[in-house]
């Protein structure tokens, strides 16, 4: 008996349609970090996080926007129109689903970053501080040591 064969896996077209929605839903901090650095119009990163954590350090352009206080305050700090990217602390935290919920209810388009801070400082992208610019070493389990992209 194979634990990977039961249950049965799903059809070719049930696959296509699971995980086009899921990208549809998703995206990850390498495409994130590529589109801030070519200046990609048409997106807002919201950091979800309390200001503890955004002091400790976020991601550079970020609009800090903590989950409970989208409601109150969204539609005077994100634009109509722009497609919301939310990330909280990471793979173990669900605050980025919270506020891609809220956003959705306040009718952005909304993605939410998988990984979250964790695997953009993980990955070695900047991070400002209220000390400036910040780069660590790219974990080797996340990242190729030579530097090259995974090219997924």
């Not at 956003?103 to 953009?120: D, P, R, S």
Request: hydrophobic share 40%; proline share 7%; aromatic share 8%.
């Amino acid at each position: 008996m194979s634990f990977v064969l039961s249950p049965s896996p799903a059809s070719a077209e049930q696959a296509v349609a699971h995980f086009a929605a899921k990208l549809a839903y998703e995206t990850d901090v390498s495409d994130v970090h590529n589109d801030l650095e070519a200046g990609a119009p048409g997106l807002a990163v919201v950091d979800t996080r309390g200001l503890d954590a955004w002091e400790q350090g976020h991601l550079p352009g970020a609009i800090h926007l903590p989950t409970r206080q989208i409601p109150a305050r969204a539609t005077q700090e994100i634009p109509a129109g722009v497609v919301v990217v939310t990330y909280c602390w990471g793979p173990g935290c669900n605050g980025s689903t919270k506020a891609a919920l809220e956003f959705a209810k306040l009718g952005y388009q909304v993605k939410e970053m998988i990984g979250g801070y964790e695997y953009w400082v993980r990955e070695g992208f900047p991070v400002r501080t209220p000390d400036g610019l910040r780069r660590r070493q790219g974990d080797d389990l996340t990242v190729v040591p030579t530097g090259a992209t995974c090219d997924c």
